[in-house]
């Protein structure tokens, strides 16, 4: 065998070694929680999560395969709803939090310190009531 060809072919089968490794490993399941500040049946909200885990797929993170997403969908004029669902997916202890709306956030920050919360639209607002 020709020293070039042997290097090639040395050169592919430890390219594969890594992956046959990673392969033998059972890989992490990340957890993400998610606390919509809208009601489900919001066409704009879903869209807008679905956009979320579609960009998620295309890094190479997966619902049910490598990572695992809670989702809870509050309604914006119930800050009970979102203490309670707040709540909830603190008790998931996920890796970090997504958080869509002003009160959802707020209530997120009222239930941890610990876990990450990512916010993607929040608004300065006068605080009401308990939520601020």
Known sequence: MKRR????????AAAGWPIAARAQQP???????????????????????????QELQKLGWADGRN?????????PADPDSMHR???ELVALQPD???SQS???TAALLQQTRTIPVI???VAD????GDIC
Do not use: H, Y
């Open 85 to 87: 669902f707040a709540k």
């Open 67 to 75: 990572l695992r997403i809670d989702s809870r969908w509050g309604m």
């Open 96 to 98: 970090l939090i997504l």
């Open 27 to 53: 890989e992490r399941v990340r957890r993400i929680g998610v606390l919509m500040g809208w009601p489900e049946s919001d066409s704009e909200a879903r869209s807008e999560f679905a956009a979320f885990v």
């Open 119 to 121: 916010f993607a639209i």
């Open 125 to 128: 607002q006068p605080c009401n």
């Open 5 to 12: 060809a042997f290097i090639t072919l040395l050169g592919g």
């Open 102 to 104: 002003t009160p959802a």
